[in-house]
C-alpha cells in the first residue's frame, strides 16, 4: 500500500465518521425521544469503553486468552487494584508501568 493510497482511505474513512457523527448530533434536537430513550442512551458509552478494553486485554494471536501468561491480563489487574486506592493518574503509572515490566520479564 503506498503513501497516498493511504492518505486518502485514510481521510475518507475520517470524512464518513465526521459526517456520521454529525448528522446524528444535528438529528437529535429534532428527533423527539422518551425520557427512558435518554435514560438508555447515556450509558452507551460507559458500556463500549469496557467492552473494547476487554478485547484488547484478552486478545492474543487473534484469540482471546484468559491465563496469567498473558501480561495484559496482569497489568489490568494491577489497574484495578490500584483504582481502589488512588486516582486516575496513578491508575495510567501503573498499568503502563507494569505492562512494560511484564514485556520485558514474560
Given amino acids: 500500500m503506498n503513501n497516498s493510497y493511504f492518505a486518502a482511505l485514510t481521510l475518507g474513512m475520517a470524512a464518513v465518521t465526521f459526517l456520521i457523527r454529525v448528522s446524528f448530533t ?3 434536537g429534532k428527533i423527539q425521544m422518551s425520557e427512558r430513550v435518554r435514560k438508555t442512551l447515556r450509558f ?9 478494553i476487554t478485547v484488547q486485554i484478552l486478545d492474543i494471536n487473534s484469540r482471546m486468552q484468559f491465563d ?13 487494584l490500584v483504582s481502589f486506592r488512588f486516582g486516575l493518574i496513578w491508575v495510567v503509572i501503573s498499568g503502563v508501568g507494569s505492562l512494560i515490566l511484564l514485556n520485558q520479564f514474560m
Avoid: F, W
Avoid at 44 to 52: E, G, M, N, Q
Avoid at 69 to 79: D, E, F, G, L
Fill in 44 to 52: 452507551v458509552p460507559v458500556t463500549v469503553l469496557p467492552a473494547i
Fill in 68 to 80: 496469567l501468561h498473558n501480561p495484559k491480563v496482569i497489568a489490568a489487574i494491577v489497574c484495578t
Fill in 26 to 28: 444535528g438529528m437529535a
